[in-house]
T-cell receptor, first 108, second 115 residues
Framework: GQNIDQPTEMTATEGAIVQINCTYQ??????LFWYQQHAGEAPTFLSY????GLEEKGRFSSFLSRSKGYSYLLLKELQMKDSASYLC?????????FGDGTTLTVKP | GAGVSQSPSNKVTEKGKDVELRCDPI?????LYWYRQRLGQGLEFLIY????????KSGLPSDRFSAERTGESVSTLTIQRTQQEDSAVYLC?????????????FGPGTRLTVL
């Protein structure tokens, strides 16, 4: 079966750095995605990893270790607008399995 | 270009009635997904269409749920004899293909309330 674990909630301060972890156990692997979902809105794409290592895109970076079944999303220079839920999703052939999401609250 | 659209945006129905939810994917996207998201919870996979292949229905929670897709365009999710537990936001997403092209683009969702 598919199992994806993320912390339920995290809190951080504006301007700081936060790391959101995701561990997974899946029957197959064809890439890992991170999505951002603001309250009451649909998820939007943040990052994609299929090879081990770090992918950097502006203030957001994502890391993958396939051997450990582990990924993290790193958010730098936090802004209030970064308060949202962050969803880790593992793709297996066609479909993706989503974690329950990590709700990040950024405080001033 | 236009993104994924869904209709209706909100649907209130009485227990036992049937409902149809519609999704218009991004033009050219071969893959289409339906998810259910209950309040404060993650995305629950329902069904996946890829081109002309047989759909992956492994996430449908009961035989009251069904979905169709016409070619690589519109999809309809039907819930028969709705129950209060069906109340949720139903999200549709589409994607272009494999790898990074498997990025899913989500519609705004249909909020279903079963009284």
């Amino acid at each position: 079966g598919q199992n994806i674990d993320q912390p339920t909630e995290m809190t951080a301060t504006e301007g700081a750095i936060v790391q959101i972890n995701c561990t997974y156990q899946t029957s197959g692997f064809n890439g890992l995605f991170w999505y951002q979902q603001h309250a009451g809105e649909a998820p939007t794409f943040l990052s994609y990893n299929v090879l081990d290592g770090l992918e950097e895109k502006g203030r957001f970076s994502s890391f993958l270790s396939r051997s450990k079944g582990y990924s993290y999303l790193l958010l730098k220079e936090l802004q209030m607008k970064d308060s949202a839920s962050y969803l880790c999703a593992v793709r297996d052939s066609g479909k993706s399995t989503f974690g329950d999401g990590t709700t990040l609250t950024v405080k001033p | 270009g236009a993104g994924v659209s869904q209709s209706p945006s909100n649907k209130v129905t009485e227990k036992g009635k049937d409902v149809e939810l519609r999704c218009d994917p991004i033009s050219g996207h071969t893959a289409l997904y339906w998810y259910r998201q209950r309040l404060g919870q993650g995305l629950e996979f329902l069904i996946y269409f890829q081109g002309n292949s047989a759909p992956d229905k492994s996430g449908l929670p009961s035989d009251r749920f069904s979905a169709e897709r016409t070619g690589e365009s519109v999809s309809t999710l039907t819930i028969q004899r709705t129950q209060q537990e069906d109340s949720a936001v139903y999200l549709c997403a589409s994607s272009l293909g494999q790898g990074r092209a498997g990025t899913q683009y989500f519609g705004p969702g249909t909020r279903l309330t079963v009284l």
